[in-house]
């Protein structure tokens, strides 16, 4: 742990989770995270509807040939039944955690009321917010004010556990800064505190402090373990309260969705009845000829909104979920051979 190598790893491999959002460009992220679905859902239906309709001026796509376009209409039909029965399936999940007993109603209830009375208890507050980023900021004060009492507890000790610990507490305040920062900006909303926790790398931290306590577990002072205990004990809450956002972003997300999707699903099917009808006539298709690719373009965007609707959504629901894939120290973004260390007997 001496080394400049081991203390340039200790420093930056945590930052380097913690910051997923700025290692690729900010459009990218702007599409998978940030930008209201809706939008995004309206994008998508521009880019298919321009890309159609260059694609008819190239010769590529024609709209002439009725057997073609009433075969494709069918199809639309019975996709867009099958997507909205998969969509309802999705809200009868979700339903269905919602559905409890009044045992297992009281037992949910009890269980936010004591973990926010554990937070409480923790950070010396007299009661926990109820806003979702009030509540996290609370927290990273804890977990930055119990850094700096760790790393006043070493003062006296020897200079590799002392710098060891500083390495790993400066780390520890940085971040906190920089989701403090975060914060600051963030409203009430669920979605932006889920946001901040997911910056937040807390599971590396976890990491690197047990194998800090287990490696100078006989040069640390007892004052010193105690403070170890208590960041550790801060940093897992602030995992359990971020897991619970986490937790209730995605049932309100996936509910939206399924909401906007039956709201879509109505004039999808629609109109993909009426492009079956608009070549119905055994004369050909009842407007002119000028006017029908613009019309059945249209009409195809229509129908294929709530595909839209699902590919926005599950951009942002996959993207959070797979950056937040972890249980405590375990950490999948990386492979074993990229940790600051190895933590076996006797390392």
């Avoid at 920062?181 to 889920?194: D, N, P, Q, Y």
């Avoid at 100078?216 to 960041?231: C, G, I, K, N, V």
């Amino acid at each position: 742990m001496g080394s400049s190598e081991s203390d340039e790893t200790l420093e930056t491999y945590g930052a380097e989770i913690g910051t997923r959002s700025r290692s690729g460009s900010r459009f990218r992220e702007w599409v998978l995270i940030e930008a209201d679905r809706v939008l995004i859902a309206a994008i998508i239906s521009v880019v298919v509807f321009f890309l159609l309709l260059v694609l008819h001026r190239l010769g590529i796509v024609s709209f002439v040939n009725p057997n073609s376009v009433t075969r494709v209409a069918s199809g639309m039909i019975a996709g867009t039944f099958s997507l909205v029965t998969l969509v309802v399936s999705i809200n009868q999940l979700i339903l269905s955690q919602e559905f409890a007993s009044a045992g297992k109603a009281q037992e949910r209830l009890d269980s936010v009321i004591d973990f926010r009375r554990t937070v409480a208890d923790e950070t010396g507050a007299t009661a926990s917010p109820v806003s979702p980023t009030k509540f996290l900021e609370l927290l990273i004060e804890s977990i930055a004010r119990d850094a700096e009492a760790l790393a006043a507890a070493v003062d006296d000790h020897d200079e590799a556990v002392r710098r060891a610990i500083v390495l790993y507490t400066n780390a520890v305040q940085a971040e906190c800064e920089r989701i403090d920062e975060t914060l600051e900006h963030t409203s009430f909303g669920t979605f932006r505190a889920v946001l901040a926790a997911t910056a937040y790398d807390e599971d590396w931290q976890l990491h690197v402090g047990a194998h800090l306590r287990n490696a100078y577990d006989d040069s640390l002072s007892p004052t010193a373990t105690e403070r170890l205990e208590e960041l550790h004990e801060s940093l897992k809450l602030f995992h359990v309260a971020g897991e619970q956002f986490k937790t209730t972003y995605l049932q309100r997300e996936l509910t939206r969705f399924s909401q906007l999707t039956v709201y879509a699903g109505v004039p999808s099917i629609l109109s993909a009845i009426f492009i079956g009808l608009l070549y119905a006539d055994v004369t050909g298709p009842s407007i002119s000829i000028a006017a029908l690719p613009y019309v059945t373009i249209g009409l195809i965007v229509v129908v294929l909104s709530p595909l839209a609707l699902l590919v926005s959504f599950i951009l942002r629901t996959t993207t959070i979920t797979r950056r937040t894939a972890s249980a405590g120290p375990m950490l999948p973004q990386k492979a074993p051979e990229e940790g600051p260390f190895d933590v076996i007997d006797g390392d």
